[in-house]
């Protein structure tokens, strides 16, 4: 017998696991258990993947459904790891809770990097592993620190086809093959979700404005994201949408949608804010809505509207987000990275009548290259090349956004070197000179 296990944390990545399954890409096993994982900064204030519209639809596809916080609580479910002299400890009391006795286990993970994913794949050790993405993360480097006996077991990453023509990087280093999960098996699973019973308002078009965690995720201030959303609402406002709809985040503080009602009785424009007890997914509501405008900084679903279901959308507040972003090797740089450079401002409104970004398609690669670089050098050294070709070609006044000075400088790529002086920066000689000056400098400063 064969149980393979599927982790989920969202209502997104449950979509993605059911259509690769619906496409054949996820070989029927013996058993299949998908394992839910709920990683709030208090899981227990918030409503779980279990308790989304139309969640129950998509459970038929899955055996049993396990939760991973009620398996290692009273631990926080996001930030446990396993200690390697407990390991088969674990292993025991995974296996008896779960019901898999002397099966053998297949592992489908999210972020192998992370979390959950890190820890079933230290606990479960020696068995084969596929990753899958909801999201324009697979389209960055791996993060330094997935273990390699995790990264060379890795066989497949799932991903929806998010930004057709560029490959993922994620995994590359260990071989991973790309498998892009059909846009129509996408659309089918997302079909059964909107088909279930869920209370949305009756509103004609609307401009959707798309809420994220930004501030409980660290990356922006509580007063910066309250801000961003402000903008939101004057920016939508200012386009002539009357009628707007803000679909608040599961780990959205309650009353949060106070300031935005307020500053939308000020402009004269009607605002919804939805319920954010029960979430509802985004490509759902973009079919129950069909909204006129899709709103966000950095959401996936921003690029899941353009791309699936062809709607105008519009991004706000990407450039502080790029500023914020720490380290630069941040997981979140290339997603953001993308939506700033192929989706359109909601202050640009050429941009946003000819619904284009700021960066053509076939430069994209390139500059996915040169950031992932920047990003990874050591486990991407293969884009050295290509990096070297963007930067030289496309670093301007406004590309300089997506990159770091002092990185292009410690990695002695263009943009930083006078063209003259070049030649140098191959030289291994004056590398070796520089970092044993940088070395005596950071010892005087001891």
């Given amino acids: 017998m064969t149980t393979r296990i599927l982790l989920a944390s969202s209502l997104a990545g449950t979509v993605t696991l059911a259509a690769a399954l619906d496409a054949g890409l996820l070989p029927r096993a013996d058993r299949t258990v998908l394992l839910l994982f709920d990683g709030a900064p208090v899981p227990e204030a918030v409503p779980g993947t279990a308790e989304s519209s139309g969640f129950e639809r998509l459970r038929t596809r899955f055996d049993e459904v396990f939760s991973w916080n009620d398996a290692v609580a009273p631990f926080h479910p996001a930030g446990w790891q396993p200690r390697a002299d407990d390991v088969p400890l674990w292993e025991r009391h995974f296996r008896r809770a779960w019901g898999l006795g002397d099966d053998g286990v297949e592992l489908v993970l999210e972020s192998p990097h992370a979390g959950p994913s890190q820890a079933l794949a230290q606990v479960f050790t020696g068995v084969p592993v596929d990753v899958y993405a909801d999201g324009p993360g697979c389209y960055g480097p791996t993060n330094g620190k997935v273990p390699p006996l995790t990264g060379t077991r890795v066989r497949r990453l799932f991903h929806p086809d998010l930004v057709p023509g560029l490959r993922p990087l994620l995994l590359a280093e260990y071989g991973a093959e790309p498998r892009a999960v059909p846009a129509g098996a996408i659309g089918a699973v997302v079909a059964e979700l909107a088909g279930a019973p869920v209370d949305l308002p009756d509103v004609e078009a609307p401009a959707l404005l798309l809420g994220q965690a930004l501030a409980a995720s660290g990356l922006l ?70 909204p006129a405008l899709v709103v966000g900084c950095s959401s996936a679903a ?136 940088r070395a005596l400098r950071d010892r005087a400063r001891r």
């Fill in 221 to 290: 201030s509580p007063a910066e994201e309250r801000e961003l959303r402000l903008e939101m609402v004057r920016g939508a406002a200012a386009l002539g949408h009357t009628r707007l709809v803000f679909a608040p985040h599961p780990w959205d503080p309650a009353g949060n949608g106070a300031a935005l009602t307020a500053e939308a009785a000020r402009l004269g424009v009607g605002l919804t804010v939805l319920d954010a007890s029960v979430p509802v997914a985004a490509e759902v509501l973009f079919r129950r809505l069909r």
């Fill in 302 to 437: 921003l690029l899941t509207a353009a791309a699936f279901h062809q709607l105008p959308v519009a991004t706000a507040g990407t450039g502080t987000l790029l500023e914020r972003l720490t380290p630069y090797e941040h997981e979140e740089r290339i997603p953001v990275t993308l939506v700033d450079a192929l989706l359109p401002r909601l202050d640009d409104a050429s941009a946003l009548a000819g619904r284009t970004g700021r960066a053509a398609e076939e430069e994209v690669s390139g500059l996915v290259s040169a950031v992932g670089y920047a990003m990874q050098p050591k486990t991407g050294r293969d884009l050295r090349p290509a990096a070297e070709r963007y930067l030289a070609a496309h670093l301007d006044g406004h590309t300089w956004r997506y990159f770091k000075r002092r990185r292009l400088a410690a990695l002695a790529l263009p943009g930083v070197v006078p063209a003259r002086l070049a030649f140098l920066r191959r030289n291994t000689a004056v590398r070796r000179v520089a970092r044993r000056a």
